[in-house]
């Protein structure tokens, strides 16, 4: 992240704005479909995307791969189910 970021004011993947979403979070064929349908079941946000989008970066930063593959953005989309989760619980 920091060799990214480093021409930018931005210090991590949580900070990106929909520019640096589009330069740093390209997905191939099978992460947009699996995306798409994602957003289309749990009807996400755009800004719910975006935060999936960020979160699929970072796992695939710490595993190492420079390209965001499905299985990244799988797991992200897992995260956001777990944290909506854990949020209707803990305010409901």
């Known amino acids: ?7 930018v004011s931005i210090f991590c ?7 640096e979403i589009q330069e740093y ?3 191939d064929a099978n992460g947009q479909r699996l995306l798409a349908r994602a957003s289309d079941t749990l009807m996400l946000s755009a800004r719910a995307v975006h935060s999936i989008l960020k979160v699929a970066r970072t796992i695939a ?7 965001i593959r499905t299985g990244h953005v799988a797991e992200a989309v ?3 189910g777990f944290d909506r989760e854990n949020n209707s619980t803990l305010n409901g």
């Open 78 to 80: 897992q995260y956001r």
């Open 13 to 19: 993947n949580a900070r990106m704005g929909t520019k």
């Open 61 to 67: 930063d710490l595993d190492q791969s420079a390209d």
């Open 1 to 7: 992240q920091i060799e990214r970021f480093k021409s």
């Open 25 to 27: 979070c390209r997905l």
